[in-house]
Each structure stands twice: as structure tokens, then as C-alpha cells.
């Protein structure tokens, strides 16, 4: 499984699936979709009345450890990767043959260090195309 960040204005960033990660995939992936709804009061009813705006947003949250040559390097590493996520961007799932794009496409990601090794977890939030 690869996924590759965009955001508006920059190029790709490889979240999961780069040659240098410790795991062949994502690991704890987590997949989630809720509806845009509206919700509005009636007069004289028990019950609202509700309707589908027709987007849906959907979460990722997954963790990838990647291995690097030394701790200077995953250090230098984790500051320019991070520096990534200032903006909204498009986001590209890829398992096999099934692919997922995400617009308005939004990352959060926080590092540990154990070594040279960083273990990132990332937490995406988009609306799918």
C-alpha cells in the first residue's frame, strides 16, 4: 500500500510504501467516513428533518516507521518532512489495483525517535473525488 501526499502548490510526499520504510505497509490502519448532514428543527414534530449534502469526509489514521543511515539523518529527516503539511492538498491511497483520491485533503503526523529510526503517526482527513 502506498500513499502519497500533495499539498496545493508542492510536490508529493510519500506518507507510506517508500523504500524506506521498516513495514511492507501502513501499520494499525484505521478507516473512517462520516456524511455531511443537515439537521433542521420542524414545528410541531418529534423528529427533525434531515437531508444528505451529498459530500463525505473521510479519516485515515495509520503509522509508518522508516529507517535512515543515522540519527543526524532522521532528524534532518523529520524537519523537512513535517515541513510538508502547511497547507490542504490531495491525497492518493493505492492498495493493488484500487485507488482512492482524496481533495481538501488535510495531514496531521507526529514523530518519535527511537535510533535512526522514526516512527510517524499520521492522521488524513479529505473528501473523496
Known sequence: MTIVYTPEGGSGV???GAETDVADGPEGLDIG???EVE????VRSAYPFRAARGNRLYSFRFRAKKKHAS???????SITHIAAFNNI????????????????ASVTA???????TTEWDYSIDGIKT
Open 14 to 16: 510519500t506518507l507510506a
Open 33 to 35: 467516513t462520516t456524511a
Open 39 to 42: 439537521t433542521v428543527p420542524v
Open 71 to 77: 540519527y543526524e539523518a532522521a532528524v534532518s529527516y
Open 89 to 104: 492538498g490531495s491525497c492518493v491511497i493505492t492498495q493493488g489495483s484500487a485507488t482512492l483520491t482524496l481533495t481538501k
Open 110 to 116: 507526529r514523530c518519535r525517535h527511537n535510533g535512526a
